[in-house]
Structures are given as structure tokens and as C-alpha cells.
């Protein structure tokens, strides 16, 4: 998420109230998490495993639980507690903003769109030219659609991530800057739910098609042209390279890549990333013929303890 404008360091630590290592008045230009930090971003980390990610990642501003060394050319923020003053960072920076009317007055809307009744379509929102939008889908703010784009009724496109740290009164929410971008000429059928980015963008490539109940978690790419079936998971974090086919019911974990042109089997867990161009099947995810191949061998073990008897 980059600021409308470039604050330095002092007055970034003003607004959280926190004390600062470095230039005061050191650059900064944005805020992101890890995996997508670029050069004048802040990120947070709050444990000491991490520390070394953080401190060496492309961010140039670390918002940290504890005084330690830096590499040359960053900078830190000291904090008691860098996941509620990251919260506060992303609320003073992208506050919630209310509305009170279907269609936002800041919304941008193409020539020849088509807005069926009873959507919700929020602050910023940016949709292109031939659009087909069912009803009762809700548009979040700050989301991006291109052209040619068909969204099909009670689809929800930026709800906030589902990322929450665990503290003793409960769980606290990791509030969300992010954005849904949707490149041109996507399907998206019913009932879906594609959730922002926590600071970043999730984005649905061009050509993507994506069947009803399908669920996107925050931060993830999908590439150009897929096919997702039906009440598919996919979580937060997840890159999907082009031309890759997902079948019904399958569910990923976080962070793994898909590689092109790969096609996963219906009701199959991808428990970790896997090549492009072959097909897979199972939990844990293997290559299908592997699988169907262990399969068939499970079926003749009543057969050959017969033979032992």
C-alpha cells in the first residue's frame, strides 16, 4: 500500500507514538507486508524468528518489538506492540468509509456496464467498459475490474483478510488496506468471495474463469486464463500461474505456488507448491498417477493376506 504522499520517519513515528532508530528525517513512502515489500515500505514483525526476514527484506523502514542492528540504509520503529500500531497505521492511512447510497459518488463506471439491482458498489471502486454485474454482489472499496468482466449475483468482491493474532482476551484482526483487481474479461460466478489484500492487491489474471462458491483468500495471484470449479478454497498468499485448471473441492494452504499450465483433481489438498504441466490428485497432493497407482495397490491388500494365510 503506498501513501498519497512521502512522510519521513519522525512523522510516522508521531502518529503511532512510538521511538525511532535513524534519519529523522528518513523517507517513507508505503507500507507492506513481507512478501511484498518494495524499497521505502514499513513492515511489522513481532517475534524473533523473524527478525532477519524483516530486517533484510527489500523494506526499508522495520516496525519492530525491540532495539537490535540494521543493515545500513534502513531504518527502525520501536514498538511495544507492532501489529496493533501496524493496525493503527493502516487506519489512519485507508480509514473505513461509510456510505449510505448502492453506488458510491467516487465510483468510476465504463460505458455499456450493465449493474443489475440492489449491488452495493463502494468508495473508489473503478470498473471498465461491457461489464455484466448481477444482483446483490458487494463491491468493496478501491476495488479494480476491467473490461468485459461478469460478476454473478451475491459475489463479494473485498471483504477483509482472515488474519488474526491470538491474544489472552481473544483474537485481535489484522485490519486490511489492500485491494481485489480484476483484469479483463474474468467470469465469476455466484456466491463467491474474494477477500483484499492485507496491504496489497488480490488479483484474478485475464481470461479467468471461476465457477459459484469459490473462495480466494488475501494477497493471492491467480494468472491469465484458469478454470476454478466449484467450491474450491484457496488461501491467502497463494500464486497461481497461468492456464491452471482447479476442479471442485480442492483446498490449499497458504503461501504455495502453482505452476503453470497444471491441473488439480477434484477434492485434492495442495499441501505444498507443485510443478506446471503435470496433473496431481490427493492429500497430500501427489502426482495423479502416483496416486490412483497407490490407490489400486490399497485395494489388493485383502487379496494378498488371503494368500499369506
Known sequence: MKFQKVYSLEEIANIINCEYVGDPNFTVSGMNEIHVVESGDIVFVDHPKYYDKALNSAATIVLINKKVDYPEGKALLISEDPFRDFNKLINHFKPFQFSNVSIAASAKIGQGTIIQPNTFIGNHVVIGKNCLIHSNVSIYDYTVIGDNVMIHAGTILGADAFYYKKRAEGYDQLLSGGRVVIKDNVGIGALCTIDKGVTGDTTIGEGTKIDNQVHVGHDTVIGKNCLIASQTGIAG????????????????????????????????????????????????????????????????????LNKLK
Open 237 to 304: 498468499c497463494v500464486i497461481i500461474e497461468d492456464d491452471v485448471t482447479i476442479w471442485g473441492q480442492v483446498g490449499t494452504t497458504s503461501g504455495i505456488t502453482i505452476g503453470a499450465k497444471a491441473v488439480i483433481l477434484g477434492q485434492t489438498g495442495v499441501t505444498k507448491s507443485v510443478e506446471g504441466g503435470k496433473s496431481y490428485f490427493g492429500t497430500p497432493i501427489e502426482e495423479s498417477r502416483e496416486k490412483l497407482k497407490q490407490l489400486a495397490n490399497i485395494k489388493k491388500i485383502p487379496e494378498i
